[in-house]
């Protein structure tokens, strides 16, 4: 998308003034002194609420503490953004779990506002929704801690059985291409795709033998083996693509689109988004500017 977006730059020179943060609580700021909540839709404004889909299963972007299953208590890099992404607009975020699957239908039925739960920006989906981008992930190879020594480098992954989630369409695209840039063209055998019900099921599979690697965003995997448990995993080269992950918005919501766009640029500006990503060990995946559908916004 190459169209102009003046509204953005226009947008956040004012709201720059208003405050920042992570908290549920709404900035105390109206339509007529919030010129971000002025973007919104009169629905969402009218409401004081963004309803956000987001999962709490894939740490560090939204997960829950050990030890709890109460969602209200979800953590994250996701998390934290939506939150602040809310301030910025002047409106309280209300987190909505539910199968995956049925997030894009619920953003096409209204059910929902926005999608935030690490979804990858995918041109296949960009038909029904569009996405403000807010960081990369990298389809990251990993086996066991006692089989590193049989995969020195991504290409020994070749031949061998990878264990992947069936929904993740983005890193089955991955390891596609990775059949064909690198295993045919070093005249080794393919990948074996082991398809999965979810990234749970695909750490069950690589710690019973079924699958001899697995394939999970760099950002998460990072996460896992050295806060959550070290020592288990072993990563394998570097990952094998770059793939922007956004913020999902129905493709009927263009105005909606804009003010949250408009939001992350002043997050970026003031220094949240910066905070935010560092505080979860994530800033050389954040993104430099705001993109919409991977394509820059003024």
């Known amino acids: 998308m190459k169209k102009s977006a003046t509204w953005v730059s226009?947008?956040?020179?004012?709201?720059?003034?208003?405050?920042?943060?992570?908290?549920?609580?709404?900035?105390?700021?109206?339509?007529?002194?919030?010129?971000?909540n002025a973007m919104l839709p009169e629905s969402v404004?009218?409401?004081?609420?963004?309803?956000?889909?987001?999962?709490?299963?894939?740490?560090p972007m939204s997960y829950l503490p050990e030890g709890t299953e109460d969602r209200e208590k979800r953590q994250g890099?996701?998390?934290?953004l939506a939150r602040a992404i809310g301030e910025k607009l002047g409106v309280t975020v209300t987190f909505v779990t539910q199968e995956y699957e049925q997030y894009i239908p619920s953003l096409a039925t209204g059910r929902i506002d926005l999608v935030q739960s690490a979804m990858q920006d995918l041109e296949s989906r960009r038909q029904t929704v569009d996405f403000v981008d807010y960081y990369t992930t990298g389809p990251q190879l990993f086996t066991r801690a006692d089989k590193a020594g049989q995969f020195p480098t991504e290409a020994d992954v070749c031949g061998?059985?990878?264990?992947?989630?069936?929904?993740?369409?983005g890193y089955r695209k991955a390891l596609t291409d990775f059949n064909t840039r690198v295993c045919a063209a070093a005249g080794k055998p393919p990948i074996q795709e082991l398809t999965?019900?979810?990234?749970a099921d695909a750490l069950l599979q690589l710690q019973q033998g079924r699958a001899d690697v697995s394939i999970r965003g760099a950002e998460s995997i990072r996460y896992v083996t050295k806060e959550q448990e070290p020592g288990k995993y072993a990563l394998i080269g570097k990952p094998i693509a770059e793939i922007p992950v956004g913020i999902g918005v129905s493709k009927k919501q263009t105005?909606?689109?804009?003010?949250?766009?408009?939001a992350l640029k002043a997050l970026i500006e003031d220094g949240t988004y910066a905070k935010i990503g560092e505080k979860w060990g994530l800033s050389d995946i954040l993104r430099p500017a705001v993109t919409v559908n991977g394509q820059p916004v003024a």
Do not use: I, W
């Open 196 to 199: 999965t019900n979810g990234t």
């Open 10 to 36: 226009v947008a956040v020179a004012a709201a720059l003034l208003a405050g920042c943060g992570g908290t549920d609580e709404p900035a105390a700021s109206t339509s007529s002194d919030n010129p971000l």
């Open 255 to 262: 105005q909606l689109r804009d003010a949250v766009a408009a």
């Open 77 to 80: 890099f996701d998390v934290d």
């Open 45 to 59: 404004r009218s409401a004081g609420r963004l309803n956000v889909g987001n999962s709490p299963v894939y740490p």
């Open 160 to 169: 061998h059985k990878v264990a992947v989630d069936s929904g993740d369409t």
